[in-house]
């Protein structure tokens, strides 16, 4: 193959930075015909692909290995050059494995580490580490380190379990008040009970979390299997003593679990013991009589003293979720023109979501007249209808009624009247408050048990406010306002619940114009305040007569303190309690629960992630190992 002479070496050398090491000569095909300057006198010549330059590079690594850092340092300073006066990407990506070479090299403990945190993280089968070709990549990266077996991969995870939960304990030790949240699922003929951890720091003030458990259940999911489960995993983490509230559903099993072995059978107990005392005192004037007692039936029965639960608190979410649809439904019971535009408006929607969820072609007929989808109501997630809803009046108020008309012609569907079009919006606008008071009360990190309240308040306001503008679904408002007062009535007049609103810095008082309600919580503030001063004055080391008079003259500090809390400016956060010392133990304290089950329902979410059709036959522990990398926080 002839080569091309070059004219001039100025204007043709192609890497003009190399002119003192190397001489154009030529073109040959595609590479370049280099003359070496440094084998002078003899006559070396080098051929070199017109995009590289390596083989300059290898002839002198090869032949003139003194003068290979003069080769580096004029390509380093042709490159910097090159950056600095242009502002385009470079052409070539570095090389994967250059960020692996050198200094970068890490040791065999280091990379174990990283390749779990990519198993875990990525929800990768732990069969992974034994196909070849990832063999191949790992070895190809890192060729010093060894890719770990699946035996050992699992054994690590629960290595590294076992250490977080060491450290979680750890943590939860240093902690006075402990909420938890427990539910149950049931997936591919495998049944489990969740539980999520949560507390408020005493210094930050600020609410954190942890996934303790997702174990697995066998046999029915009884009263007491749940009571036991969830006692065994509270005493695990030792916090069976520091637990303040339970938040679950609203399912007969846990409804009967706790009010068997929860706090709350406590008092009932307490109270019987007071009125049967009545009762025997006045047995004592009768004729003594032996009673003969079944020592079997004895036995057998539940006394509720063989599991220890706290409190329970049923999920907000969960109850506002029956109210938007059970509730809601009570409605049309009591007019028929509300009844009828119901009926005939939700069976055309019904009709539409089927249809376009099903078929691809009315799949794209809707994105191509709406540009938008349909959304398709869950029964298992909340306020999914409310969204379906609200996207249809959506796309008929940006796109018209041309374009919902148009699908509904193309899919053979009846369209809407205008009547039923306004009942939709009626009803958008009505359940706007509801999945409002979801979104806030389903959070986690912001949400104490005192928003519980003033969001239902504030919710049978903007339902009173609605009222008077609604003309077809004034029905619906009604038969919300009542579902709220059923299913919530008990709880809004909870003294602790009123207590834990009134001791969120953000709220206090303002949050009804009940004045009852507001004495009941303002009376248990003090009452537990009184308590706090009766400990600590009986802990104290006074003598019993300084003890005994030391409050007269001197009043109620704790008093006076809740007194300048309520009247102190809002500042926007919950700062504010640092200035309160006994009113912030307090509110920690009734505060500490969540008044939603959603964490639990996120752990079950993430569950699903992971337990797909190939993971069938995932070991429990392993199922669990995998949930509990949420706690991929708490590290040393």
Same mark, same amino acid.
């Given at each position: 193959?002839?080569?091309?002479?070059?004219?001039? =070496?100025?204007?043709?050398?192609?890497?003009?930075?190399?002119?003192?090491?190397?001489?154009?000569?030529?073109?040959?095909?595609?590479?370049?015909?280099?003359?070496?300057?440094?084998?002078?006198?003899?006559?070396?010549?080098?051929?070199?692909?017109?995009?590289?330059?390596?083989? %300059?590079?290898?002839?002198?690594?090869?032949?003139?290995?003194? +003068?290979?850092?003069?080769?580096?340092?004029? *390509?380093? @300073?042709?490159?910097?050059?090159?950056?600095?006066?242009?502002?385009?990407?470079?052409?070539?990506?570095?090389?994967?494995?250059?960020?692996?070479?050198?200094?970068?090299?890490?040791?065999?403990?280091?990379?174990?580490?990283?390749?779990? *945190?990519?198993?875990?993280?990525?929800?990768?089968?732990?069969?992974?580490?034994?196909?070849?070709?990832?063999?191949?990549?790992?070895?190809?990266?890192?060729?010093?380190?060894?890719?770990?077996?699946?035996?050992?991969?699992?054994?690590?995870?629960?290595?590294?379990?076992?250490?977080?939960?060491?450290?979680?304990? /750890?943590?939860?030790?240093?902690?006075?008040?402990?909420?938890?949240? #427990?539910?149950?699922?049931?997936?591919?003929?495998?049944?489990?009970?969740?539980?999520?951890?949560?507390?408020?720091?005493?210094?930050?003030?600020?609410?954190?979390?942890?996934?303790?458990?997702?174990?697995? %259940?066998?046999? @029915?999911?009884?009263?007491?299997?749940?009571?036991?489960?969830?006692?065994?995993?509270?005493?695990?983490?030792?916090?069976?003593?520091?637990?303040?509230?339970? #938040?679950?559903?609203?399912?007969?099993?846990?409804?009967?679990?706790?009010?068997?072995?929860?706090?709350? &059978? =406590?008092?009932?107990?307490?109270?019987?013991?007071?009125?049967?005392?009545?009762?025997?005192?006045?047995?004592?004037?009768?004729?003594?009589?032996?009673?003969?007692?079944?020592?079997?039936?004895?036995?057998?029965?539940?006394?509720?003293?063989?599991?220890?639960?706290?409190?329970?608190?049923?999920? $907000?979410?969960?109850?506002?979720?029956?109210? @938007?649809?059970?509730? $809601?439904?009570?409605?049309?019971? #009591?007019?028929?023109?509300?009844?009828?535009?119901?009926?005939?408006?939700?069976?055309?929607?019904?009709? !539409?979501?089927?249809?376009?969820?099903?078929?691809?072609?009315?799949?794209?007929?809707?994105?191509?007249?709406?540009?938008?989808?349909?959304?398709?109501?869950?029964?298992?997630?909340?306020?999914?209808?409310?969204?379906?809803?609200?996207?249809?009046?959506?796309?008929?108020?940006?796109?018209?009624?041309?374009?919902?008309?148009?699908?509904?012609?193309?899919?053979?569907?009846?369209?809407?009247?205008?009547?039923?079009?306004?009942?939709?919006?009626?009803? #958008?606008?009505?359940? /706007?408050?509801?999945? *409002?008071?979801?979104?806030?009360?389903?959070?986690?990190?912001?949400?104490? *048990?005192?928003?519980?309240?003033?969001?239902?308040?504030? !919710?049978?306001?903007?339902?009173?406010? %609605?009222?008077?503008?609604? &003309?077809?679904?004034?029905?619906?408002?009604?038969?919300?306002?009542?579902?709220?007062?059923?299913?919530?009535?008990?709880?809004?007049?909870?003294?602790?619940?009123?207590?834990?609103?009134?001791?969120?810095?953000?709220?206090?008082?303002?949050?009804?114009?009940?004045?009852?309600?507001?004495? $009941?919580?303002?009376?248990?503030?003090?009452?537990?305040?009184?308590? =706090?001063?009766?400990?600590?004055?009986?802990?104290?080391?006074?003598?019993?007569?300084?003890?005994?008079?030391?409050?007269?003259?001197?009043?109620?500090? =704790?008093?006076?303190? !809740?007194?300048?809390?309520?009247?102190?400016?809002?500042?926007?956060?919950?700062?504010?309690?640092?200035?309160?010392?006994?009113?912030?133990?307090?509110?920690? +304290?009734?505060?500490?629960?969540?008044?939603?089950? $959603?964490?639990?329902?996120?752990?079950?979410?993430?569950?699903?992630?992971?337990?797909?059709?190939?993971?069938?036959?995932?070991?429990?522990?392993?199922?669990?190992?995998?949930?509990? &990398?949420?706690?991929?926080?708490?590290?040393?």
């Amino acid at each position: 193959m002839a080569t091309v002479s070059a004219n001039t =070496e100025q204007d043709k050398h192609p890497w003009p930075h190399m002119q003192s090491m190397f001489r154009f000569k030529g073109v040959q095909k595609d590479s370049y015909i280099m003359r070496c300057l440094l084998c002078e006198p003899k006559q070396t010549d080098v051929s070199a692909y017109k995009n590289s330059t390596s083989n %300059l590079r290898k002839h002198v690594a090869r032949v003139h290995s003194n +003068k290979l850092r003069m080769y580096t340092e004029l *390509m380093d @300073s042709h490159r910097k050059r090159k950056s600095s006066s242009s502002t385009e990407p470079p052409m070539k990506n570095a090389k994967l494995t250059d960020s692996f070479t050198g200094s970068r090299r890490i040791t065999q403990a280091t990379f174990d580490k990283l390749l779990l *945190m990519f198993v875990c993280e990525a929800n990768q089968p732990f069969s992974i580490v034994e196909t070849s070709s990832f063999k191949t990549m790992m070895e190809t990266l890192q060729p010093q380190c060894t890719v770990m077996t699946r035996k050992t991969l699992c054994s690590k995870i629960q290595d590294a379990v076992k250490t977080m939960k060491s450290i979680i304990i /750890k943590k939860l030790s240093t902690v006075n008040y402990v909420a938890t949240t #427990t539910d149950c699922w049931s997936a591919r003929q495998h049944s489990y009970l969740g539980v999520t951890c949560h507390w408020i720091d005493d210094i930050s003030l600020e609410r954190h979390s942890a996934a303790l458990a997702c174990r697995p %259940l066998k046999g @029915s999911h009884t009263f007491d299997v749940l009571a036991a489960a969830l006692e065994e995993i509270h005493s695990e983490y030792h916090i069976r003593e520091k637990v303040t509230w339970t #938040t679950t559903d609203s399912g007969s099993n846990f409804l009967k679990a706790f009010r068997l072995y929860g706090e709350d &059978k =406590e008092e009932e107990t307490t109270n019987w013991q007071e009125d049967s005392g009545s009762i025997l005192d006045d047995a004592e004037d009768s004729e003594l009589e032996v009673e003969y007692q079944d020592v079997f039936a004895v036995l057998d029965d539940n006394t509720g003293l063989e599991y220890q639960l706290p409190r329970h608190q049923k999920c $907000a979410c969960h109850l506002l979720n029956l109210i @938007s649809t059970v509730d $809601a439904t009570a409605a049309e019971a #009591t007019n028929d023109t509300y009844k009828r535009l119901s009926l005939s408006a939700f069976a055309k929607c019904h009709a !539409l979501w089927n249809k376009t969820s099903r078929s691809i072609m009315a799949y794209e007929t809707v994105e191509r007249e709406c540009k938008l989808q349909f959304l398709r109501p869950n029964q298992t997630r909340w306020s999914s209808l409310f969204l379906a809803v609200e996207r249809l009046v959506r796309i008929h108020k940006e796109q018209g009624e041309k374009a919902i008309r148009n699908v509904c012609t193309a899919l053979k569907i009846k369209m809407f009247n205008p009547a039923e079009m306004g009942f939709l919006v009626e009803y #958008t606008a009505v359940m /706007k408050p509801v999945a *409002m008071a979801l979104n806030i009360l389903q959070g986690e990190s912001s949400v104490h *048990m005192g928003f519980l309240l003033p969001t239902l308040y504030q !919710l049978l306001e903007k339902l009173r406010k %609605l009222e008077s503008s609604c &003309k077809m679904c004034r029905p619906l408002v009604d038969a919300l306002r009542d579902g709220i007062q059923k299913r919530f009535g008990e709880m809004m007049k909870d003294p602790e619940l009123i207590a834990a609103a009134i001791l969120i810095p953000r709220f206090r008082t303002s949050w009804t114009t009940e004045e009852s309600i507001l004495k $009941a919580g303002l009376t248990f503030i003090r009452h537990q305040l009184d308590t =706090e001063l009766g400990e600590a004055s009986t802990n104290s080391s006074l003598s019993d007569e300084d003890d005994f008079f030391g409050s007269m003259g001197s009043g109620n500090p =704790e008093a006076g303190e !809740l007194e300048r809390y309520l009247s102190c400016p809002f500042t926007g956060g919950v700062d504010v309690l640092h200035g309160f010392p006994q009113i912030k133990k307090l509110s920690i +304290k009734v505060n500490t629960a969540l008044p939603a089950s $959603a964490a639990c329902e996120r752990l079950f979410s993430h569950a699903g992630l992971l337990f797909t059709a190939k993971w069938s036959q995932l070991h429990s522990k392993n199922l669990e190992s995998q949930l509990l &990398k949420l706690n991929h926080h708490f590290t040393d």
